[in-house]
Structures are given as structure tokens and as C-alpha cells.
């Protein structure tokens, strides 16, 4: 980030016509926007939105609602501009990009094994990487995955501790008894892994999905793209990152607090604040998105608002 | 509202590709929506902004850290389109319209005698009524008065009780002893008018900005145009409505939760849950505009998505 863009959109920002501070979190979302982009005036003119989508082996444990097929056919449905995320991108003119990770060949089940090899998950890595658009200006990363829910509560467990059941959840809507069941899996997917540092805990028990967006969200922050966090596989990503390097996560705004249980845990620990919490489960990116509308708005005020001198307005 | 429109409009939400329910509030905002507009498919294609200013005799008693004449600049601001206000509704594709009145002629003091007379009040309920255009499909109404918070705090004690000290905040940046003293002269205010009912307290204790957001408000009802309430002084103007008639606003949504201290507790006399709580408070209809986004997300879902059948996804 630019400390000269920062302490320019801070100036500018005491001299707009309002009370000071009168635009509340507004004001600092423009600056830290500002700071990242290196501009004191900034636009948000080129969004992008990714969505990535792996399979998971740990399905045959049982823990999602929905069959492993949705994941290809909610793929198609990305594709056909059907999805929810396809509506919330197009409102705030965002370019969308779908990236399947080889979805005929899922992670193996983590509860038996590592769910990828080094492999595996230097490619998805890579491929979040490699998909992030660097002209662009605002990133935005989702997923789909059937069982994702679970790597993410994995990876959480793994990462932050405590005990099993504080991080999981419902997910596309499993009942209490599947719940039970999920933390009986990750419980088990940890004392078979064993992983040792954030790395080897996104190749134990992550997923191609999860991997891919870490890797956008650090391609994002080499390039000055600030980021919107999604909800909770999206929030498990960018916590490999936060435990791999401390300050990894600057460059990132929490969008939204999703209505899994554990996703505003991880948002504690992560230090973040989410935008919105509107009771939103869907993932596809699609909290996060919905977000842009917030920081498109801070963002015009900050650069479009009159001064008091500008305006002819008293300052009090 | 169209119990039709709903029930078409709840059932397509049954059938979109999501898990049920994972939009969270996005769900009811569009139904809410659509039977509003009798339209199980809508879209949002002319929201109005509409900004009332008025002043304030009660400006006299020192209750507010800004001078008087900064209502008249503000208002040639919004009209140079220099304010947050404007550039929020340019962001979101809404029509703005700024309405005067007499800032000449405040109201009268309130801790001296009625703000306004019969045709005052009048005058201002029927310049709201005659601002909104009947063709646009959502509405924000804003306000711009050196004072309006004073005003706004005394018509909450009168309509809902309590202790004066309740009702009252920092406005555009009081300090404490500004805080206490706007205490006082919101008690004195129902001491000496004793207004009895509603549309009383309104005239006795109100302002012609917040009269003319009522008749805004109102006439939206009569089109069948939802509302998005703004803070404060928004609320209290939907307050007096209100508590005239019950269920006058059901199609009014609540925007966002100002940092106004009171404003929380007016939400909550009015059933209203907001869909932001971002710390602004600034007035001019800038919360409720910043929440057309998420309104316009919902829609953007509701109407926009493939059904399961359409998309050919398993729907678990």
C-alpha cells in the first residue's frame, strides 16, 4: 500500500462536505481502498469475481446435503449466467471468470489420507494465481464445491484450535445428526493428517477450490488488487494465508458475515469486520459481491463529494 | 401490497438454484418487494431520491454545532452535486429531486409555543405528497435542517416516552454539554406544547423537512412504491405515521442503524430491522441510498436466477 495515497485520501476525506467522521466506516473503507491502489481519488471501474470449483472425497463420510454432482452442474449453471452470483456481478459490472479444477478427479478423502499431494496443490495454487485478472481493480473470490464446508472446518480446526464442534455447521442444510457427524470427520481428518504448518493443513485437508483462491488472494496483494472476503471457505482460504504470513490479509475487507455458525469465529480471529451480515449462506462469492455495492459507494463518495471551500459550505 | 405477487413471488424463491433459504434476507426483501410493486418478477429500474430542507427556530438555544445557514448551503450543494447524497444516487441509477422549504422562515422556537401552525404543517405534508414521482418504483427520502436531530429527538419522546436524555445525540457533533442541553430543551418543548396526538406532535415539535417526509412516505404507500427508511430524523417522520395507523409502514424497509445513539431505539419501536449498520450519520437520505444496493442485489437474484428444472441441478 501507498503510505503518500493513504495520508492524501485521509486529507481530502476531512475537508468533504459533512461532519467529520459522519460517513462512519465509508470514510475508512475509501482510504484503505486509496492506500492499495496507490490513488488518493480513486474509481472502482473493473471488478472481478471468481468463482472456483473442486470436488471432495470426504463426501463419501456423508456430510452434505446436496449429491457431489451439483458441483459440475452448478459449474454449468455459472456458465449459463443462471446463478445468484452471476446476477449480484452483473449489477455491479464485474467480469466473472469460472475456474473447474478438475472436477472428475476429487481430493481424496481426508479422513483416510491428505487430500492432495504436493502436486496437486502447487496446480491449484497456481491456478488461482494465474486467474486473477491483474488489470483489474476489486477481486472478488468464490467457490463451489459439494463438502467444501467441511475442508473449511478442517482447515479452521487445524488452524485456530478449540474443539471440533465450534467449527462446524449446517452447510447447504444438513440436519443435527450430520452436523454431529462432520465434527466426527475433521476430528478425525486432523488426528489421521496431523498437519504441521498452515501449508501442509491446506494440502491435508483443503480443497483445489480453497487452494486456488489463497492463491488469487496473494496474487491480488502483489498487485494492489484490494480484495472482498466471502463467507466461510472463502474466509478458511485467507486464514492459510493470515497464519502463513502475519499483515497477508491487509489488502482484504470482510464483505459480509455469513450465517454459518463458525464463519463469524474465523472473522474474529482474523481481525475483520464484516460489511454486511445479512443472514447470507450460499458462498459462490456471493456475500462478498453483494459487498462491492458498499465499497463502490464509499469509494464514489470519497472521489465525487465537493470540500467545504469547493462548496461555499461552513465548516462548523 | 399483492397477495398474489407474493404467493407467485415466495413460490419462485422456492425453486431458484440455491439451498433453501441461503440468500438469507435477500429472500424476503424480494418477495417483500414484489408484492409492493404486484409484480412476482420485478426490477428496480427508477428509484427517486428526494431531499427536504428546513429550518429551525429552536436553533436559538444552541443545540447544534453547525450554524443555521449551513441548511441553505447544503441545499445549493446538493443542487451542484457535491454532496455524499449525490453520489450515491448516481452510483445507483436513482432520479434526485431537492425540495426547499422557506428556509427564510424557520419553524418557530418550540420551547416558546408550536413549531409550525396548521398551515404550516399543511403546506409542508402536502410538498411531500406532491414530490414523489408516481412513476418511479422505490423511494428514499432525505433531509437537510441545521437542528432536525433536536426536533427529530423531541417527536420520539412525545410518540414513545421515556426520558428526554433517551432521545438525544451528538447531532453533527455536540459535545456533552451540548448533549444534556438538548435534553433540556426537548423536556421543555412537551412541558410548554403538550401536543396530543400524532399529527400534533408533528406540528408542535417537528419541522416542515420532517412533515414533508411523512407526506412522502404516505403518498409512496398510496402508489405502492417501497420505501427505504433513512436514520434519525427519516424515523421519525415514519414514526408519527406510524402511530397514526397501524401497519403504515409496511412498505418502508429499514436502510442501515445510524450512529445517532438514538436511532436504534426508534427501529426497534417500529419493528424495523436495518439492513446496514455501517456508523454513518450524516443525514440526507445517505444510509437508505447506500442500502438501495442491497435491495437492488435481492431483486437482481429474485428475478434474475435459473430455477433447479431450468438449470438442471439437483436440488438435493
Known amino acids: 500500500p501507498s503510505a503518500a495515497a493513504q495520508a492524501e485520501a485521509s486529507a481530502r476525506n476531512d475537508v468533504l462536505t459533512k461532519p467529520p467522521g459522519a460517513l462512519g466506516r465509508l470514510e475508512e473503507l475509501a482510504i484503505w481502498y486509496a492506500s492499495w491502489r496507490g490513488n488518493a481519488c480513486p474509481e472502482i471501474k ?12 470426504v463426501v463419501a463420510q456423508g456430510i452434505s446435503a446436496f449429491p457431489p454432482e451439483v458441483t459440475v452442474q452448478m459449474v454449468a449453471n455459472f456458465e449459463g449466467e443462471g446463478a445468484a452470483i452471476n446476477q449480484l456481478a452483473k449489477l455491479h459490472g464485474a467480469e466473472m471468470a469460472v475456474v473447474s479444477l478438475e472436477l472428475d478427479r476429487p481430493t481424496a478423502d481426508f479422513t483416510q489420507g491428505p487430500a492432495m499431494d504436493a502436486a496437486d496443490l502447487n496446480a491449484a495454487l497456481k491456478a488461482g494465481w494465474e486467474a486473477v485478472n491483474p488489470e483489474s481493480d476489486l477481486l472478488v473470490v468464490g467457490e463451489m464445491g459439494i463438502g467444501n464446508t467441511t ?3 478442517a482447515i479452521a480446526l487445524a488452524l485456530f484450535g478449540g474443539e471440533a464442534v465450534d467449527w462446524v455447521g449446517r452447510g447447504t442444510g444438513l440436519d443435527d445428526a450430520g452436523v454431529a457427524r462432520k465434527a466426527e470427520v475433521i476430528a478425525k481428518a486432523l488426528q489421521v493428517n496431523a498437519p504441521q504448518g498452515p501449508m501442509e493443513v491446506l494440502r491435508c485437508v483443503g480443497g483445489r477450490e480453497i487452494a486456488a483462491m489463497a492463491g488469487a488472494m496473494a496474487r491480488a496483494r502483489v498487485k494492489g488488487i484490494p480484495v472482498i472476503l466471502d463467507g466461510f471457505i472463502c474466509c478458511s482460504a485467507a486464514a492459510v494465508l493470515d497464519r502463513l504470513v502475519e499483515g497477508a ?6 464483505g459480509h458475515q455469513s450465517a454459518e455458525a463458525a464463519h463469524g469465529r474465523v472473522l474474529t480471529a ?8 445479512l443472514g447470507l449462506r450460499l458462498g459462490e462469492g456471493s456475500g462478498a459481491a453483494l459487498a ?7 469509494i464514489a463518495c470519497h472521489s465525487g463529494m465537493a470540500s467545504f471551500a469547493e462548496a461555499g459550505v461552513s465548516d462548523g
Chains 1, 2 share one sequence.
Open 249 to 254: 490479509l491487509d489488502h482484504c475487507v470482510a
Open 46 to 57: 473493473a471488478p472481478q469475481v471468481i468463482i472456483f470449483a473442486g470436488n471432495h472425497g
Open 292 to 298: 462491492i455495492g458498499v465499497l463502490k459507494g464509499a
Open 151 to 153: 475442508a473449511a472446518a
Open 270 to 277: 482474523l481481525g475483520k469486520e464484516p460489511l454486511l451480515s
